[in-house]
Protein backbone atom coordinates (compact mmCIF):
# COMPACT_ATOMS: atom_id res chain seq x y z
CA UNK A 1 0.00 0.00 0.00
CA UNK A 2 2.89 2.32 0.65
CA UNK A 3 4.33 1.61 -2.51
CA UNK A 4 0.55 2.95 -4.17
CA UNK A 5 0.29 5.86 -1.93
CA UNK A 6 3.82 6.98 -3.21
CA UNK A 7 2.97 6.78 -6.80
CA UNK A 8 -0.48 8.45 -6.58
CA UNK A 9 1.13 11.20 -5.10
CA UNK A 10 3.61 11.81 -7.07
CA UNK A 11 1.12 11.44 -10.08
CA UNK A 12 -0.93 13.88 -8.53
CA UNK A 13 1.34 16.41 -8.03
CA UNK A 14 2.87 15.87 -11.55
CA UNK A 15 -1.13 16.21 -13.10
CA UNK A 16 -1.70 19.21 -11.17
CA UNK A 17 1.35 21.13 -12.29
CA UNK A 18 1.07 20.08 -16.20
CA UNK A 19 -2.26 21.19 -16.26
CA UNK A 20 -1.80 24.14 -14.77
CA UNK A 21 0.90 25.08 -17.19
CA UNK A 22 -1.59 24.49 -19.96
CA UNK A 23 -3.90 27.18 -19.04
CA UNK A 24 -2.54 30.49 -20.13
CA UNK A 25 -5.92 32.52 -18.94
CA UNK A 26 -6.25 31.25 -15.67
CA UNK A 27 -2.69 30.68 -14.24
CA UNK A 28 -0.34 32.90 -16.93
CA UNK A 29 2.76 32.87 -15.02
CA UNK A 30 2.60 28.88 -14.75
CA UNK A 31 1.60 28.61 -18.60
CA UNK A 32 4.59 30.75 -19.54
CA UNK A 33 6.78 27.97 -17.53
CA UNK A 34 4.83 25.44 -19.39
CA UNK A 35 5.10 27.33 -23.34
CA UNK A 36 9.20 27.60 -22.00
CA UNK A 37 8.98 23.74 -21.54
CA UNK A 38 7.22 23.18 -25.06
CA UNK A 39 3.80 22.33 -23.65
CA UNK A 40 1.93 25.28 -25.17
CA UNK A 41 0.25 22.53 -27.32
CA UNK A 42 -1.97 22.09 -24.20
CA UNK A 43 -3.66 25.56 -24.35
CA UNK A 44 -6.36 24.06 -26.32
CA UNK A 45 -7.90 22.00 -23.83
CA UNK A 46 -7.27 24.79 -20.78
CA UNK A 47 -11.64 24.35 -20.21
CA UNK A 48 -11.02 20.73 -19.30
CA UNK A 49 -7.91 21.19 -17.73
CA UNK A 50 -9.19 24.09 -15.27
CA UNK A 51 -12.88 22.35 -15.24
CA UNK A 52 -11.41 18.53 -14.91
CA UNK A 53 -8.01 17.78 -14.39
CA UNK A 54 -6.78 20.32 -12.47
CA UNK A 55 -9.45 18.94 -9.09
CA UNK A 56 -8.77 15.50 -10.49
CA UNK A 57 -4.98 15.17 -10.06
CA UNK A 58 -5.54 17.56 -6.67
CA UNK A 59 -8.14 14.93 -5.44
CA UNK A 60 -5.85 12.00 -6.26
CA UNK A 61 -2.75 13.73 -4.45
CA UNK A 62 -4.94 14.28 -1.51
CA UNK A 63 -6.12 10.91 -1.23
CA UNK A 64 -2.68 9.81 -1.67
CA UNK A 65 -1.52 11.53 1.28
CA UNK A 66 -4.40 10.50 3.34
CA UNK A 67 -4.13 6.96 2.40
CA UNK A 68 -0.13 7.62 3.02
CA UNK A 69 -0.25 8.19 6.57
CA UNK A 70 -2.29 5.06 7.77
CA UNK A 71 1.01 3.44 6.36
CA UNK A 72 3.32 5.43 8.30
CA UNK A 73 1.10 7.37 11.28
CA UNK A 74 3.24 10.59 10.76
CA UNK A 75 0.56 13.40 11.10
CA UNK A 76 2.78 16.43 10.88
CA UNK A 77 3.66 14.84 7.45
CA UNK A 78 0.13 13.55 6.39
CA UNK A 79 -0.92 17.37 6.83
CA UNK A 80 1.97 18.99 5.23
CA UNK A 81 0.88 16.86 2.42
CA UNK A 82 -2.69 17.36 2.65
CA UNK A 83 -2.43 20.77 2.53
CA UNK A 84 -0.51 21.77 -0.45
CA UNK A 85 -3.40 19.80 -2.50
CA UNK A 86 -6.56 21.22 -0.30
CA UNK A 87 -5.11 25.00 -1.25
CA UNK A 88 -5.18 23.93 -4.96
CA UNK A 89 -8.41 22.68 -4.66
CA UNK A 90 -9.14 26.29 -2.68
CA UNK A 91 -7.72 28.31 -5.63
CA UNK A 92 -9.21 26.49 -8.12
CA UNK A 93 -12.75 26.83 -6.91
CA UNK A 94 -12.19 31.01 -5.60
CA UNK A 95 -10.45 31.68 -8.64
CA UNK A 96 -7.72 33.12 -6.37
CA UNK A 97 -4.29 32.63 -8.38
CA UNK A 98 -2.00 33.03 -5.20
CA UNK A 99 -3.36 30.06 -3.26
CA UNK A 100 -3.46 27.78 -6.90
CA UNK A 101 0.54 28.57 -6.79
CA UNK A 102 1.08 28.43 -3.08
CA UNK A 103 -0.46 24.86 -3.31
CA UNK A 104 1.44 23.67 -6.64
CA UNK A 105 4.44 24.78 -4.89
CA UNK A 106 3.62 23.01 -1.56
CA UNK A 107 2.85 19.47 -3.38
CA UNK A 108 6.37 20.10 -5.38
CA UNK A 109 8.05 21.01 -2.28
CA UNK A 110 6.32 17.94 0.07
CA UNK A 111 6.68 15.68 -3.17
CA UNK A 112 11.01 16.21 -3.54
CA UNK A 113 10.74 15.84 0.22
CA UNK A 114 9.50 12.41 0.54
CA UNK A 115 11.62 11.28 -2.38
CA UNK A 116 14.58 12.04 -0.38
CA UNK A 117 13.18 11.50 3.29
CA UNK A 118 11.31 8.66 2.23
CA UNK A 119 8.07 8.01 5.03
CA UNK A 120 8.54 4.83 7.92
CA UNK A 121 6.28 3.65 10.01
CA UNK A 122 6.94 5.12 13.97
CA UNK A 123 7.88 2.63 15.87
CA UNK A 124 5.67 2.08 19.00
CA UNK A 125 6.37 0.53 22.34
CA UNK A 126 4.31 -1.96 23.94
CA UNK A 127 3.79 -1.56 27.61
CA UNK A 128 2.47 -4.73 29.98
CA UNK A 129 0.61 -3.20 32.41
CA UNK A 130 -0.53 -6.92 34.04
CA UNK A 131 3.08 -8.09 34.04
CA UNK A 132 5.10 -8.40 37.51
CA UNK A 133 7.98 -6.76 38.30
CA UNK A 134 11.08 -8.41 38.57
CA UNK A 135 12.48 -8.88 41.89
Known amino acids: MEFLSRIADKTGVL ?3 VSAMGCSLC ?14 FLSQWE ?16 AANALGWFSHRQWQRAALGMTGPVL ?6 TFIGGILYAGLGLMLIMAIFDLVVPARRCAT ?11
Open 27 to 40: FPAMASLGAALGLG
Open 125 to 135: TVVNVDAKPSA
Open 15 to 17: GSI
Open 47 to 62: AAFVAYLIPLFAFIAL
Open 88 to 93: VLIGRY
